[in-house]
């Protein structure tokens, strides 16, 4: 019956994650998928992929001239990395754009959740343009992006740090992530108070420092010196160069939500929001969860940030418990906070940019 299904089905269409003139990959309503690449020398190619294509089940195909064909059971809905295991060897879809994750460029599938919130519409368009600064913390150049309103140019704007998640970089949230098309549609339809966001690359380590092991130890000090990297230069850098009206959030997702909440936690005078997507601790313990996390400032400070935490309903058991952690805390000292339950989604991008929808309509009002 699975077999029938997946061949029969008809009415598939090309992903919007295809390359220009390329038919392949092609998705049905269902979230069933068809794959079709050359690779007439070998002997065995499977499907691979991120979270919310753990579950899948496919059949494979060769044909005469060369040509595998591969077609899945439903995936999930959202937005997936996946690649071909080619003889034991991990290759990229050519028929599709790269997109970073997992360390390096990644093929990418978008299973139509049926939204528009994130898609370009007929308004007017902010841009993201390329900016840098040495930083004396690492000894070294750092590249980041910046979100500019429509209107940018016209007045002075808050503004959002926004940190990424592990193995990728600060292509994410405007590439996968479709920050500006989420931002221009808040805006124009005045659902949130216009921006500048600031994209910073979520890896800060020294020489020295990133010959240590790749392992949650070095996490935690990468992150610091994120801390310190924005307090002490880019924060300084942003509000010199460009129209700021010096009020902030600082956001993150799964990595990121973590260096979100260090940075929140030990800087609460200077954030109004803290925005913590798929909420990841490190190093805590059963007896100190908070251990690396000075959260308890925000309980002892005059102004108080207010907290959005967002996770998906189907994300896996660790990021639910660290989740959860968070906000009984926080239920626990009676401080404000708002949580955000994206239905039907996992550790992936449709969850981010969901959370950033919710989270950029209450900050700044």
């Given amino acids: 019956m699975l077999c029938s299904s997946l061949i029969f089905s ?7 994650t295809a390359k220009i003139g390329k038919e392949f ?3 049905d309503v269902d979230g069933k998928s068809k794959f079709k690449v050359y690779f007439p020398e070998a002997k065995s190619v499977t499907l691979e992929g991120g979270d919310g294509m753990q579950n899948m089940e496919f059949i494979t195909t060769k044909d005469k001239e060369g040509f595998w064909t ?3 059971s ?8 996946y690649w071909f295991n080619v003889d034991g060897k991990r290759t990229n879809d050519p028929n599709t754009e790269l997109y970073f994750g997992y360390g390096q460029p990644t093929s990418g599938i978008e299973i139509n959740s049926g939204e528009d919130f994130f898609l370009t519409k007929n308004v007017k368009h902010g841009r993201i343009v390329n900016d840098s600064l040495y930083s004396a913390v690492i000894r070294g150049r750092r590249n980041f992006k910046v979100y500019l309103p429509p209107n940018y140019g016209t007045g002075k704007f808050p503004v959002l740090y926004l940190y990424h998640g592990t193995g990728e970089d600060i292509t994410g949230w405007g590439k996968q992530g479709h920050l500006g098309a989420i931002l221009d549609n808040l805006f124009a339809e005045k659902k949130a108070a216009e921006m500048i966001v600031v994209m910073d690359y979520g890896v800060a380590l020294s020489p020295e420092e990133e010959k240590r092991p790749d392992d949650y130890p070095r996490t935690v000090l990468s992150s610091q010196n994120i801390d310190r990297i924005l307090v002490r230069e880019l924060i300084p850098y942003i509000e010199k160069k460009y129209k700021t009206t010096g009020k902030r959030a600082v956001a993150g997702l799964s990595r990121g939500s973590y260096q979100a909440l260090l940075i929140g936690s030990r800087h609460p005078e200077l954030f109004s929001a803290i925005g913590v997507f798929s909420p990841v601790i490190y190093e ?3 007896a100190q969860p908070f251990k690396e996390l000075p959260v308890g400032n925000l309980l002892k400070t005059e ?3 207010f907290v959005f935490t967002g996770i998906g309903s189907k994300e896996s058991g660790r ?3 660290f989740n959860k952690t968070l906000t009984n805390y926080l239920n626990e000292n009676h401080y404000p906070y708002i949580s955000y339950e994206s239905p039907g989604t996992y550790h992936e991008w449709l969850t981010w940019r969901r959370c950033l929808h919710e989270f950029a309509q209450k900050i700044f009002r």
């Avoid at 008809?10 to 919007?16: A, D, M």
């Avoid at 439903?74 to 990395?81: I, Q, R, S, V």
């Fill in 10 to 16: 008809q009415n598939f269409k090309t992903s919007v």
């Fill in 25 to 27: 990959p092609k998705t």
């Fill in 70 to 72: 591969i077609s899945t």
């Fill in 74 to 81: 439903p995936l999930e809905t959202g937005f997936h990395y």
């Fill in 284 to 286: 805590g313990t059963s």
């Fill in 303 to 305: 102004r108080k940030p």
């Fill in 319 to 321: 990021f639910q418990d």
